[in-house]
Every structure is written in structure tokens, then in C-alpha cells.
């Protein structure tokens, strides 16, 4: 029994001497290793620096005559504002903590006429239901104006749209890997979304190559808002001599008015409006990006993006073909309908835009520039999209930076856009009713598009001159004007200016 | 598109021997040379996403997030 218990412990000894020598060994491994990393830290640079801000702004307009919410007819006239700040962090040698956040403040005319037969402030209205719209101002029987081209007063009309985005990013020592993390937040008055996401990317090649991937969620929930008469259809219980529709003259194509209690009235096509609130997206990107030589790189982006939920937009009014129209208003002016001289009639509409539940969605991007000198530099870009809606589209831009001094850049710019229409998209009262599927949204369109732009920017790369105790690194303006051959024209103006914590 | 995959493939193939060296970076390390848009660049690349069936593959938002496309 001893000489057991003797081997024994001679067997634990042999073993526990072995375990402690690669324990050492291991120990003297770890402790060179991170005297390599601590070798490696003294001689890393920084992420980033010191903490830079970016205060952003921009005033955007357009006008056409396609407003989605009238059905495809009517004024698009729109301005938006959107001041941003993004605030990027370094938190340590090697992560990066980066804040965006801003507002988008609108005004839209199209908008405004999800309820056009508002009274425009002289409230002649009388609405006492306890539900959230717009229409407590809404004028009764026989007093009403409304029309696509004439911007009503709702509080449709004007909506702030905010948003807030927490970036984090870890590079390792080398700097060959880094690892991201983001998550977002926004809301307007009918949508609200939460945004999750994380990426990796890889450098190769002495970091002539680069190998990105990234997925991105978004979970999103309509508040949904609907064109008034089609709201007050079911508050009213589809009966015209209740509610809204109470002493309400309604007209039909010739300009008489109707017998509400007679077999031809009006009424919407469906009975229920949205029945899934929920709007989801995937996405997965891969990036890949090459230095070709000292003086051109390239990169490639491919996205799948998938998206469930109700897709279309429940502010968008329907007009059928193959029923009949009623209006309210002046029966002199409903025909001149679709011109701009009608000021005073509109059209009930047959239902809201109605499209699939789901959708995949494929853009393929390419990036390509090249150092010409050092006063030019080329930049290009060209995508080809498709997707499961029957939309494809091609994309092509080019920039051609220009330095005429060593703090002052000239950006001019092209971009060329063309799409194919979606397969549910049909003009104003082009649609049938006995689609499974209908919009009248000219974004959903067969288009082309022109936009040039010009840009300035003054950098000091020394960042010298003193603002809030911050340096100035940069200041730039950019003018873009953006025309669509179905007449839609836009101009959009930025600025920016980049100070850093010196 | 054909054409277009048969391009990235050759300047893929193409690009695979050359190394540039950290030294010879100056160029290609100038800021305008940056393969991503320029920050400024986000309210264009917004108001196209609104106004426009297609976005993603640029390096940005692919969709989500607004009641837009």
C-alpha cells in the first residue's frame, strides 16, 4: 500500500512538473508576446487624434406636379432643413466612439393635402372626434376648397424628422482588423425605427487590399396617417350622411350632385387600411477595395438587402380607371382637374397605394479614382441595381477635384440616373381596381436624371485658426441642382465645417 | 453587366502583383483620393434615396430608417 501511495505521488510529481514547466512555458510566451504588443503600442498611431466635430447643414426645394399623396397629380413643392452635428471620439489609441445626430425640418405641399379641405386657420370646422388627425378644422358642407395644386394648412404640412446614431469602432494593434458596432434611433410623426449593426473589415497586402462585411437591421413601425376622406369613411361607418360627410355635397363626373342614399355613391374600394404596422430591413454589404498603383484604387460594394412589412406608404392616395369619380369642391373646375388652374375641387380617392409585403433589393456599387496631378483628382462611381419590384437602374457619377491653392479645393460633379418603373406603378387614374398591387408614385417610375454640382472647400491641415477653442480643419459648400425628366426639379444646398480639439 | 463583372475580374487579376509600399502612399493617402463619399455628401445621397427606386452599394444607408424607400 505505501509503495502505491509512493508511486503514486511520484507519478503526480512527473505530472505536475510537466503542467508547471508548460505553465512556464506558457507564462514566458504570453509575457514575450506582450512585450511584442507593448513593443507594438509604443510605436502604433493613434485612431484618431484628438476629438473632431462636423457641424452639417443643408436647405433642400423642389417642385413638380406628381404628388404621390394626390394620386399622381398636384404640386410637389417641398423645402427641407437639416442641421447635423457628428461628433467623433477617440477613446483610447484604438477605439473610436462617433455621435450623429440631426433633424429633418419640412415643410410639403403635398403632404399638407393628406387633408386638403382644411380651413386654413378661419376655422369654420367642427370636428369632435377624439382621435389623432388633422381634420378638427376641417370646414362643413359646401364651403370647402380643396385641390393637388393648392397647399392646404393641415398640420400635415410641416413634420420634423430626428434622428440619432451611436458609431463605435475597435482597431486592433496592427491595424489590419477593425470592428464595428452601431445602433440608431429615429422618429417622424407617422414613423419611428431602431437600427442595430456590426461589421469587420480586413486589410491584406500591406494594406493594399481591403475586404469589408457589415449587416444592418432596422426595425420600423408606421404611425400610420390616411388621406381624410378615406380616415373619415370608417369613423363615419360608411355611411356619407354621418360624421364628416354630413351635409357634405358630394359631386359626380358631370358636376351634379348625388344621391347619398341612391345606388351610385362613392366609396372606397377597400374597408380595411393598414393591417401590419411593422416595417422591417435587412442588409448584408460586402466591400472590397484594391490599390491598383501609387496613384489609383478601386473599390466594390455589393449589397442584399431585405425588407418585410408594409412597404407602401398609407398617406398615398389611389384613383382607379375602371371606377367612377366623385368630388367635392366646384363642379365648374373638375374639368380642369389635372391643371393647375384648378384651385378649388377634389377628387375622393378609391383606396391607398397598395404594394407587396415584401422586397429584395440588389445594388452592386464601384468606386474608381485616380490622383492625376497634384492639382487633379478623378472620382467615379457607377452602381447597377435591381430588385424583385421590377425596378432597375443604373447610376453613374464623377467628380473632378481640382486644387487652386493649398487651402482652397474646387468639387465640380455629374451624376447620371435612370430607372425602369416598378411593376405595380400606373399614372394618375391608370391603376385597375382588380390589381392585387397599385401605386401612382412617380418615385416607382420609369425616369431619367441629370444632377450637376459645384463644391469649395478650404482645409488647414494645421488647423490653425482658433474657433470655441477648437482648431478649423475645414469648411465646405456644395450647390447641387437635380432635374427629372418627368419635371420634377430640385436644388439642394450644403455646408459643412470640420473643427478639431487641438 | 456581363461586361461590367468581366472588368472588376481583370482589374482584380491585374492588381494582385502590385504592392504598393507605405512610402509610396502619398497619392493615394491624399483626402480626395478616399474611396467613400464625403460627409458633406450625405444630404445628396438622402434626398436620392427619397426620390429614387434604387440605393445602397455605396458604402452608406441601403434602406430602413425612414419612411422612404
Known amino acids: 500500500m505505501e509503495v502505491k501511495l509512493a508511486e503514486a505521488v511520484v507519478v503526480i510529481k512527473m505530472v505536475m512538473k510537466k503542467y508547471v514547466s508548460i505553465l512556464f512555458l506558457f507564462c514566458s510566451v504570453i509575457a514575450f508576446s506582450q512585450k511584442e504588443n507593448d513593443d507594438s503600442k509604443e510605436y502604433k498611431k493613434r485612431v484618431l487624434e484628438s476629438t473632431e466635430v462636423d457641424f452639417l447643414m443643408s436647405y433642400y426645394s423642389q417642385d413638380g406636379n406628381h404628388a404621390s399623396v394626390t394620386g399622381g397629380v398636384g404640386t410637389e413643392e417641398l423645402t427641407d432643413i437639416t442641421p447635423t452635428i457628428i461628433v467623433s471620439i477617440p477613446l483610447n489609441d484604438d477605439d473610436v466612439l462617433t455621435i450623429d445626430a440631426g433633424i429633418s425640418a419640412y415643410t410639403s405641399a403635398s403632404s399638407s393635402n393628406l387633408d386638403p379641405f382644411d380651413s386654413s386657420g378661419a376655422s369654420q370646422g367642427d370636428d369632435d372626434d377624439d382621435d389623432d388627425d388633422d381634420d378638427d378644422d376641417r370646414i362643413l358642407a359646401g364651403n370647402i376648397e380643396g385641390s393637388p395644386w393648392v397647399e392646404s394648412s393641415g398640420a400635415s404640412k410641416q413634420d420634423i424628422w430626428s434622428s440619432v446614431n451611436i458609431n463605435y469602432s475597435h482597431s486592433s494593434d496592427d491595424r489590419n482588423k477593425i470592428w464595428t458596432a452601431n445602433v440608431g434611433f429615429a422618429a417622424e410623426y407617422d414613423y419611428t425605427s431602431i437600427g442595430f449593426g456590426g461589421g469587420f473589415t480586413k486589410l491584406f497586402n500591406e494594406k493594399n487590399t481591403e475586404f469589408g462585411i457589415k449587416g444592418q437591421l432596422y426595425l420600423d413601425t408606421w404611425s400610420p396617417k390616411y388621406p381624410t376622406e378615406l380616415d373619415s369613411y370608417l369613423e363615419a361607418g360608411s355611411n356619407l350622411n354621418n360624421g364628416f360627410f354630413n351635409g357634405l355635397d358630394i359631386l359626380n363626373q358631370n358636376g351634379d350632385i348625388i344621391d347619398k342614399n341612391g345606388a351610385e355613391v362613392w366609396s372606397p374600394i377597400n374597408s380595411t387600411l393598414i393591417d401590419n404596422k411593422s416595417r422591417n430591413s435587412y442588409s448584408v454589404s460586402l466591400s472590397f477595395s484594391q490599390i491598383l498603383t501609387k496613384n489609383s484604387q478601386f473599390s466594390l460594394f455589393f449589397d442584399v438587402v431585405q425588407q418585410n412589412g408594409w412597404l407602401s406608404n398609407p398617406m398615398q392616395r389611389i384613383y382607379f380607371s375602371d371606377r367612377p369619380n366623385y368630388y367635392v369642391g366646384n363642379s365648374a373646375s373638375i374639368s380642369n382637374y389635372t391643371s393647375k388652374e384648378n384651385i378649388d375641387v377634389f377628387q375622393l380617392a378609391d383606396d391607398i397605394e397598395r404594394l407587396p409585403d415584401s422586397r429584395i433589393k440588389i445594388p452592386i456599387g464601384m468606386r474608381y479614382n485616380h490622383y492625376i496631378n497634384e492639382k487633379l483628382t478623378l472620382r467615379t462611381y457607377y452602381r447597377y441595381y435591381f430588385d424583385d419590384w421590377g425596378i432597375n437602374s443604373h447610376t453613374a457619377n464623377i467628380e473632378l477635384p481640382i486644387k487652386i491653392s493649398d487651402k482652397f479645393t474646387l468639387y465640380p460633379t455629374y451624376r447620371y440616373y435612370q430607372q425602369t418603373a416598378a411593376d405595380y406603378f400606373a399614372p394618375f387614374e391608370s391603376n385597375l381596381s382588380t390589381q392585387d398591387f397599385y401605386t401612382s408614385d412617380y418615385d416607382l417610375s420609369k425616369f431619367d436624371s441629370n444632377q450637376y454640382g459645384l463644391g469649395i472647400k478650404y482645409s488647414d491641415i494645421l488647423a490653425k485658426t482658433e474657433v470655441f477653442n477648437f482648431g478649423l480643419k475645414s469648411i465646405d459648400l456644395r450647390y447641387n441642382s437635380y432635374s427629372r425628366s418627368d419635371g420634377l426639379n430640385s436644388g439642394i444646398i450644403s455646408f459643412g465645417i470640420k473643427i478639431v480639439n487641438k | ?69
Open chain 2, 1 to 69: 453587366m456581363k461586361k461590367v463583372l468581366i472588368l472588376i475580374v481583370a482589374i482584380t487579376t491585374l492588381s494582385s502583383c502590385v504592392v504598393v509600399k507605405e512610402y509610396q502612399k502619398v497619392n493615394i493617402n491624399d483626402p480626395d483620393m478616399a474611396l467613400t463619399a464625403n460627409k458633406i455628401e450625405k444630404f445628396e445621397t438622402n434626398f436620392q434615396i427619397y426620390r429614387e427606386g434604387a440605393s445602397g452599394a455605396n458604402g452608406g444607408k441601403t434602406g430602413g430608417g425612414c419612411g422612404c424607400n
